[in-house]
């Protein structure tokens, strides 16, 4: 199984060999093993009770410690079994970090489905993993995701092009082969692949299971969605301000929690009253 591999760059990218260094290369090749957080969530959901929740009187965010702090959401098929994909979501980096933290993943046995991560040098890296091979792009340290700024940031994958977008700019592209597909859970603010968990705020997570173009994400990044919207499969907008779950507003209802077990545990993150608009 090989991986596709992009990060930012305000110009054309030109495709060549990964070029980071044999140390990295090997972090990245290095076979992974699914933890509990990538076993499917619904099972876990089904066995033990969550707290209820208040009904929210402001909207807000979720705010992540850097030191373990995650919320999962099951890996169900209308997020997961993608012939193409657009993963969104508002992010505020409050810490450079002393390596890649993740921002969200979808694991995989090895690698991930997709996978969104901010490198300890401030660029904003995305992939996609599949069964044929694929190429990485050169490397830039341009359009850097700013420490207590919010930024919105996509993925989009559609007939074998991964691209990555920060503030509905076209940031880097590239080829890739086929995006495989698992039913493991998403994973919000760490990751399984030799990655740290994501210390900051992140908001208004969107899956559609369509490549949206560059001009819907300008359009739609600031906007509150309904829920309903075409194309639109999983929407979270972490304004419950309380409690455990996090709530999908589509009819797909695919109701997520916050750290490793039902009820408050030392891997929750905070609710917070900040928000990107």
């Not at 850097?66 to 999962?72: E, I, L, R, V």
């Not at 797909?252 to 900040?274: Q, Y």
Request: hydrophobic share 40%; with cysteine.
């Amino acid at each position: 199984m090989s991986k596709s591999f992009i990060s930012l760059s305000p110009v054309v990218l030109s495709v060549g060999a990964f070029a980071c260094g044999g140390t990295k290369a090997a972090d990245l090749d290095a076979p992974t093993t699914p933890t509990a957080d990538a076993v499917r969530l619904d099972a876990r959901l089904d066995a033990a009770p969550m707290l209820p929740d208040a009904t929210p009187a402001n909207r807000g965010s979720l705010l992540f410690d850097g030191a373990g702090d995650f919320a999962q959401i099951p890996g169900t098929a209308a997020i997961s079994t993608l012939a193409e994909v657009t993963v969104e979501a508002w992010v505020k980096p409050m810490g450079a970090g002393t390596t890649r933290t993740a921002i969200l993943e979808k694991p995989l046995t090895r690698g991930s489905q997709f996978q969104l991560y901010r490198e300890n040098d401030a660029r904003l890296f995305g992939e996609v993993w599949g069964t044929g091979s694929g190429t990485n792009p050169s490397t830039s340290n341009q359009a850097k995701l700013a420490i207590g700024t919010w930024s919105h940031i996509a993925l989009t994958y559609r007939l074998n092009t991964l691209a990555i977008y920060v503030n509905g700019t076209l940031v880097g592209s590239s080829p890739t082969a086929e995006m495989s597909t698992a039913l493991n859970d998403l994973l919000v603010g760490k990751g399984v692949d030799n990655t740290a968990s994501f210390h900051g705020a992140i908001d208004e997570l969107r899956i559609w299971n369509v490549a949206r173009t560059q001009t819907q994400l300008q359009q739609d990044r600031s906007e509150l969605l309904q829920g309903n919207e075409a194309n639109l499969v999983g929407y979270w907008t972490f304004d419950e301000g309380s409690g455990d779950q996090i709530h999908d507003k589509t009819v797909g209802n695919n109701t997520g929690r916050l750290g490793a077990d039902a009820g408050p545990d030392s891997s929750d993150p905070t609710w917070s009253t900040d928000k990107p608009f």
